[in-house]
């Protein structure tokens, strides 16, 4: 099936059918809840969903609670790195409902702008729960290295594609987010876990009483 992938804006949504899916997602372009919102629209045989790229758990949960998307899908546990902080603090403070849990398979890579080598690297960044993911990784292999907590894994890979994020900087990201942003994989698959899998929330809007 086909699936169109364009981000959309939430000032759009209101303007789009209702039979549209607006799929609400705690990432960017490259990102892992991408590839979550992916795997869930090709099983849920939704017809041509509109990808929201809404970066936080916060972000998507305040869109689902006002309308502006159908469907909010965000990271919630995974198998190694335990409960996404973020996405608790966001759940306490919303309306929804949980539709559904679903399992993604998280290989994590270590990126670097093109022809960086790794004697350059001075800081490693990524998403609190990547790094959670790769600790004994980045203590084994990094031990001198700063670490640094990012957004999103795939905005930490754009951000240091186009030179927000210094030359000396790599990025734990996916494989996905390399290709797009056209970075260099130094290390691939370093979580501490061959078999590291996520859990996604599947959120729909709490209904309202008429």
Known sequence: MSIKTNSI??????????????IGLSGVPGSFSEQAARTFAEKAKRENPQF????SVENVLAALEAGDITIGI?????????????????MAKHRFVVKKLFEVDVHHCLLVQKG????????????????????????RRWPKVKVVEYADT????????????????????????ARRYKLDILEESIQDLKFNYTNFVVALPFPVAK
Not at 74 to 90: M, R
Not at 117 to 135: G, L, P, V, W
Not at 162 to 175: E, K, M, N, Q
């Open 9 to 22: 804006s939430p000032a759009a949504v209101s303007k789009k059918q209702k039979n549209v899916a607006i």
């Open 52 to 55: 929201s790229y809404l970066v």
């Open 74 to 90: 965000f990271p919630i546990e995974n198998s190694n790195g335990g409960v996404v902080i973020e996405a608790v603090y966001a």
């Open 116 to 139: 960086v080598r790794s004697d350059e690297i001075k800081t490693i960044t990524s998403h609190d729960q990547a790094i959670k993911q790769c600790r004994m990784y980045l203590r």
């Open 154 to 177: 795939a905005k930490a890979a754009a951000d240091l594609a186009v030179g927000t994020l210094p030359r000396t900087t790599a990025v734990i990201a996916s494989a996905a987010a």
